[in-house]
């Protein structure tokens, strides 16, 4: 299976900056893994959407989106549990 390549939008690549440096590292590791597992274990599937996920880091959510034509994720979306689906 071929690699995806990241993508990330420009408020996301923001909100990734405002976060703690300890939960920073630890959510671009999981979108970095998002390249070999665009759908890992635990990912959900946002209704009303067709293509974008939801993965868990903690209480920090990444909403992205998967184009499988393109082999490309896109990160649209990282923040707190609370905020994010704002």
Known sequence: MASYR???????????????RADRVRVARRIMALSTE???PGCRQLSGHE???R??????????????????VVV?????????YR
């Open 38 to 40: 665009p759908r890992p």
């Open 55 to 72: 993965i868990r880091v903690g209480v920090y959510r990444v909403i992205y989106s998967i184009e499988d034509r393109r082999i490309l």
């Open 6 to 20: 990241i993508e990330i939008t420009a408020s996301a690549e923001k909100q990734l900056g405002s976060l703690p």
């Open 76 to 84: 649209l979306k990282i923040g707190h549990r609370r905020d994010v």
């Open 51 to 53: 293509d974008v996920y």
